[in-house]
């Protein structure tokens, strides 16, 4: 009789253990860097081409200092945006966009953890005594049931910054590897998702 009402007990303590989780949406746990502010919006530029090359790797043999980004789309609950188009374009080192074909320029879809990855080079900057860009580069984010994000990313080591009108702090990119190459760049877009009604 004692061994059965242990019984009894153990299992009800084991339903009352698994009674939150059942029914419920499974929510990842948000991360420590998890920033729930939309990252800022900048202006698209003069220099945007659409339909860019569905790829990873935009250098096409250019010469300069190779950069690899890479990051997430999160949402303003810090869950990842799976499926979000990222399209990144930028200019070559010495400041120069190719508007004629695709260097510098493409695309790529996030995966199940809103993860995307790309192979570019660092940009230069451009401009005149009036008017000058410092480093940047450009991106369009458009995840499934999110307004278009148009914006840009800066590096942080950049003199230019304190000249350029445009630089944002809140896009500075956070670089991992400064001395061994190629160098890599982290930055996650967050970006409000809109209820399915
Ligand atoms: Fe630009």
Redesign the pocket.
Known sequence: MLKLRRKILQASAGLVFAGPMLGQRQVLAQTPECNPNPTPRQIE?P?YTPQTPRRSNLIDGLPGEILVLEGRVLSTACQPVAGAIVDLW??DAQGV?DNTGFKLRGNQITDAQGRFRFETLMPGS?GNSSFQ?TP?L?VKVQGPGTPLLTT?LYFSDQPLNQHDSFFNPALLVKIEQKVQQPKLALFDFVVPVQAKG
């Open positions: 530029g220099y930028g200019c966009y451009y860009r940047h450009h840009q």
